[in-house]
């Protein structure tokens, strides 16, 4: 990414990369954003690089285990990742995603789980720029449900990464203040 300071590459909260196993939903959305804004990232996927929709693509700059298995890819990528944030549209983790948050525990690695309907704030951005700087993550997990079991997950995902790490590259500055103009 581009920053305003000479071409410099700017590093959002002190993060370095973004991990992610590359499945559909909340984990491509991370991978995305990454490439959108020529960030840093990368992680394990299952061996053939096996996701739901077919072969992971090559724009992904992820590395495959010894196994298909996507229990593996996840425990990976929670054990190599300093945390994880697992994004849902449901206000209760099931499957996948509560098995990564078990793999955080077992790891000791702090994690956060983001939905419409948790932490209490109005804005997602808000708890994962927190989480991110409250723990010092320089390489931060990114999980949750695959496309086909939360449609809108990787919207959701997406923007909230967007805004918590890259708001300045892409929304214009704003001139005057709230009720100016």
Not at 65 to 78: A, D, F, G
């Amino acid at each position: 990414m581009k920053s305003h300071n000479g071409g410099k590459l700017a590093v959002p909260h002190g993060l370095e990369k973004f991990i992610s196993g590359g499945q559909t939903g909340a984990d491509r959305a991370a991978l995305d954003v990454a490439i959108r804004h020529g960030f840093p990232h990368g992680g394990w996927c299952p061996k053939g690089r096996k996701a739901e929709d077919g072969p992971i693509g090559g724009q992904y700059n992820l590395f495959e285990t010894p196994s298909t298995n996507y229990l593996q890819r996840t425990e990976w990528n929670v054990r190599d990742s300093d945390g994880t944030v697992v994004f849902t549209l449901a206000k209760e983790l099931t499957g996948g995603s509560l098995r990564t948050i078990e793999f955080a525990k077992k790891h000791n690695k702090p994690c956060i789980h983001i939905s419409p309907f948790s932490n209490g704030y109005m804005d997602p951005a808000l708890p994962l720029q927190e989480f991110v700087a409250e723990h010092g993550i320089r390489r931060l997990n990114v999980a949750g449900p695959r496309a086909s079991k939360e449609p809108g997950v990787w919207q959701f995902a997406y923007q909230t990464i967007d805004d918590a790490f890259f708001w300045s590259e892409t929304h214009e500055p704003m001139i005057g203040g709230p009720g100016e103009g």
